[in-house]
């Protein structure tokens, strides 16, 4: 089957702001996204204490922005998403927020330049499984790590595929049962359908092997949990 375009993830995303603008639930779809949202606050702010700068690429509705804020208050803010009306809610909670810029980027984060060393933190939440091919995961992280500045931490929340055809199947089938006591049968099927047709997840290791690939030498997981994880690097 083949995936869906950025167009087509575009219009979805447009349609749905509402369902990514809770705070305390996160990406309800997500196993464990308050949690991981809380752990990528906090872990920001320990390793980053004097950070003034924010990236979030793939910000949705702002759900990390402002859970960083709380552990680092007033930080200049970048926003990058494809979906127009996800921007502007927000940049509209944002602001409200933080007494720093908010910055807007509409987009799609392999083609949009970020520059060189202009970001303390930056946080990439369910986002990067819409990459296609090794070549683009790299080319994109090697964007993170030079738009890093010196000490600067990036951390993702995102699906995760496995290496091993079993594991991956128990899994899929965790997930499975943790999305029928979300919404029922119904609901299960539907975020199955979503995935086949939009996502491509990349195993954990391989991730983490990409990362040191383009320059961090210090990587860390911080939770995993069934098909998701939460992980990340610092650069030196």
Excluded at 40 to 59: E, F, N, R, T, W
Excluded at 197 to 216: A, H, N, S, Y
Aim: charged residues 25%; hydrophobic residues 40%; contains cysteine.
């Amino acid at each position: 089957m083949p995936k869906s375009t950025v167009e087509e993830i575009r219009a979805r995303f447009d349609a749905d702001v509402e369902r990514f603008s809770n705070l305390e639930t996160g990406q309800s779809a997500a196993i464990d996204s308050p949690l991981c949202l809380e752990l990528i606050a906090q872990v920001s702010s320990a390793v980053s204490p004097h950070a003034k700068s924010l990236l979030d690429v793939g910000c949705g509705a702002g759900n990390y922005t402002l859970k960083l804020l709380q552990a680092l208050p007033n930080l200049d803010c970048t926003l990058v998403d494809l979906s127009l009306p996800m921007l502007e809610r927000a940049r509209q909670r944002v602001e409200a927020a933080t007494s720093g810029p908010v910055h807007i980027l509409q987009g799609d984060i392999r083609d949009i330049e970020l520059g060189e060393a202009r970001f303390d933190v930056i946080v990439a939440a369910a986002v990067l499984h819409h990459l296609r091919s090794e070549s683009e995961w790299l080319a994109v992280f090697r964007k993170f790590h030079q738009a890093l500045t010196t000490g600067g931490c990036l951390w993702v929340f995102d699906m995760v595929e496995h290496t091993l055809a079993p594991v991956q199947n128990l899994m899929t089938t965790h997930y499975g049962d943790y999305l029928n006591e979300q919404g029922g049968a119904a609901y299960r099927d539907k975020v199955f359908a979503y995935i086949e047709k939009e996502d491509t997840p990349t195993p954990l290791m391989q991730q983490l092997d990409w990362l040191r690939t383009v320059g961090f030498e210090k990587r860390e997981v911080l939770h995993k949990s069934s098909c998701f994880a939460a992980f990340g690097a610092v650069k030196d």
